[in-house]
């Protein structure tokens, strides 16, 4: 009984506010621009990778067209069963904040928490603990972003992230030492940028995504 009244507190907890904008719902992706990429489908009112199409190149990334500095952002996501694959091939996905700064959405399930697995600022902060269910189950991800500060152009405060997993706090406030994680660094912090999804070849699932600005 204990445990379900926790879920359900957490279910309360980030239930979606009246003032959010509405990424996903199932109906359409009019919120956000394919970049070119044709594997990305709607299929029963849920958002799929099709790794089946061929792969284009440099064309991997679903984005919305609006940008966005600090935010609260709910993304659900579901991983499939890849047991013939290991490491970085198996359910990998991310979502990036400011176009920049991807949370890692990886089957790590079971193992201890990584730079690279799930629930990491991407090679650049490890998760608290790693809050991972097993394949087959729908995930989620509340994230806390506020954008880095500036006064006469330069930056006076960096980024910080709180990222709480499946119900579980894995980063807390954590500032952001670097511009992006890697290969989405530039050599100056970002004002705002957009939400971003990543199709990285494997049939990764999304539903009920929401933002809202801070």
């Keep these: 009984m204990r445990f379900i009244l926790i879920l359900f507190a957490a279910a309360t907890l980030f239930a979606q506010p ?16 394919l970049n070119g990429d044709p594997h990305w489908k709607i299929v029963d009112r849920v958002l799929e990778i099709d790794p089946a199409n061929p792969h284009t190149k440099g064309k ?9 500095d600090d935010v609260r952002l709910h993304v ?12 970085q091939a198996r359910a990998n996905s991310g979502v990036f904040l400011q176009g920049r700064y991807e949370v890692q959405i990886l089957d790590t399930f079971g193992q201890l928490p990584q730079d690279d697995g799930a629930g990491a600022i991407y090679k650049t902060v490890v998760p608290k603990t790693n809050a991972s269910l097993a394949p087959e189950k729908w995930q989620t991800y509340d994230i806390d972003f506020r954008a880095a500060r500036f006064h006469d152009g330069k930056v006076v405060e960096k980024p910080r992230i709180t990222v709480v997993y499946n119900g579980v706090k894995v980063h807390d406030n954590v500032e952001l030492q670097v511009t992006g994680t890697p ?7 970002a004002r705002s940028g957009p939400i971003l999804l990543q199709n990285h070849r494997c049939p990764v699932r999304f539903r009920n995504i929401w933002v809202v600005r801070r």
């Excluded at 991997?60 to 966005?68: I, P, V």
């Excluded at 996501?77 to 290991?86: S, T, Y």
């Excluded at 290969?183 to 912090?189: D, K, L, S």
């Design 60 to 68: 991997c990334r679903l984005s919305t067209k609006d940008e966005f």
């Design 183 to 189: 290969v989405n660094a530039t050599p100056e912090y």
């Design 18 to 33: 009246k003032d959010a904008i509405v990424l996903f719902d199932g109906s359409n992706l009019n919120q956000w621009t």
């Design 76 to 87: 659900e996501f579901w991983l499939p069963l890849m047991a013939d694959k290991k490491g």
